[in-house]
């Protein structure tokens, strides 16, 4: 009688893609934010300065939308938009003085936190740009609380520097600095540092005087995350960047946003 030996059943993968970028305003630019949603295939959106009055402008099939609107101030806007599949729903969210946004999903036997928002300008005084990152650092201390993983994508504003991001063009920051305690002290790894991370600059604005570039959108996971990332691209090549689209006396023009898109990819089981 033979005896066939059988091995392990691999675990079953599942991939989750999230496309994350600094808007701009995002009125003008929704037919190509949604095109460039269904070119990634993501599951979860992330956006900052969406610039919204109200609520309810954004809509697209299959998915759940959370917004926060900055109070009493045309710019800002923070969203995130999930599958319904992920089985979404909203944890908190907080919009005045500045926007954070979190949301639960469930996918592969995982409960994973999703975490975006805005920070506050590096120019601002201590008393303005603190409570963003006190608030930041609650979300993430009651989400490890609660025993669920972390996703965290937003424009922090800040240059965490070389220690974060090897080709980083600008030194850290004072907001950097209070990010980066915020890593350290809860154990989070800056994706746009990792080998699997393609692209620094974030951030791309070209003046009549000179080219401004600075990475300060950050992708950050929790530890049991990481080995899961599958990839970080930091669309620099602009293949995905968002596009405004106006009509004109002379015809159809196009403005791209100064932001780049971060496309992360994670293989979960």
Same mark, same amino acid.
């Given at each position: 009688?033979?005896?066939?030996?059988?091995?392990?059943?691999?675990?079953?993968?599942?991939?989750?893609?999230?496309?994350?970028?600094?808007?701009?305003?995002?009125?003008?630019?929704?037919?190509?934010?949604?095109?460039?949603?269904?070119?990634?295939?993501?599951?979860?959106?992330?956006?900052?300065?969406?610039?919204?009055?109200?609520?309810?402008?954004?809509?697209?099939?299959?998915?759940?939308?959370?917004?926060?609107?900055?109070?009493?101030?045309?710019?800002?806007?923070?969203?995130?938009?999930?599958?319904?599949?992920?089985?979404?729903?909203?944890?908190?969210?907080?919009?005045?003085?500045?926007?954070?946004?979190?949301?639960?999903?469930?996918?592969?036997?995982?409960?994973?936190?999703?975490?975006?928002?805005?920070?506050?300008?590096?120019?601002?005084? +201590? =008393?303005? %740009?603190?409570?963003?990152?006190? @608030?930041?650092?609650?979300?993430?201390? $009651?989400?490890?609380? *609660?025993?669920?993983?972390?996703?965290?994508?937003?424009?922090?504003?800040?240059?965490?520097?070389?220690?974060?991001?090897?080709?980083?063009?600008? +030194? =850290?920051? %004072?907001?950097?600095?209070?990010? @980066?305690?915020?890593?350290?002290?809860? $154990?989070?790894?800056? *994706?746009?540092?990792?080998?699997?991370?393609?692209?620094?600059?974030?951030?791309?604005?070209?003046?009549?005087?000179?080219?401004?570039?600075?990475?300060?959108?950050?992708?950050?996971?929790?530890?049991?995350?990481?080995?899961?990332?599958?990839?970080?691209?930091?669309?620099?090549?602009?293949?995905?960047?968002?596009?405004?689209?106006?009509?004109?006396?002379?015809?159809?023009?196009?403005?791209?946003?100064?932001?780049?898109?971060?496309?992360?990819?994670?293989?979960?089981?």
């Amino acid at each position: 009688n033979k005896v066939t030996k059988r091995g392990k059943p691999r675990k079953k993968e599942t991939s989750l893609n999230i496309f994350s970028t600094n808007a701009a305003s995002l009125r003008a630019k929704l037919k190509s934010f949604k095109s460039e949603i269904v070119r990634c295939n993501s599951g979860i959106f992330t956006l900052q300065e969406t610039h919204f009055t109200k609520k309810g402008k954004v809509v697209i099939e299959d998915f759940e939308i959370f917004e926060t609107i900055r109070k009493g101030k045309i710019k800002g806007g923070t969203m995130i938009g999930a599958h319904k599949g992920l089985k979404p729903i909203l944890i908190n969210e907080l919009n005045d003085p500045f926007e954070i946004l979190v949301i639960e999903i469930e996918v592969a036997n995982k409960e994973i936190r999703v975490i975006s928002g805005y920070g506050p300008q590096d120019s601002w005084t +201590p =008393q303005q %740009r603190e409570p963003f990152f006190q @608030s930041l650092e609650e979300e993430i201390v $009651k989400s490890n609380l *609660a025993g669920k993983s972390i996703i965290i994508e937003a424009d922090f504003n800040s240059k965490l520097g070389k220690e974060y991001i090897p080709n980083d063009p600008h +030194p =850290q920051d %004072r907001n950097g600095k209070l990010l @980066s305690d915020i890593i350290k002290r809860q $154990k989070l790894t800056v *994706a746009n540092g990792l080998m699997v991370c393609q692209g620094t600059i974030t951030r791309k604005r070209v003046t009549t005087q000179r080219t401004e570039q600075s990475a300060i959108s950050f992708v950050l996971v929790s530890e049991d995350l990481v080995n899961q990332i599958e990839s970080v691209i930091i669309d620099e090549d602009r293949d995905h960047v968002l596009t405004r689209i106006s009509k004109t006396r002379h015809g159809t023009e196009t403005k791209e946003s100064d932001h780049n898109v971060i496309k992360t990819s994670l293989k979960l089981h």
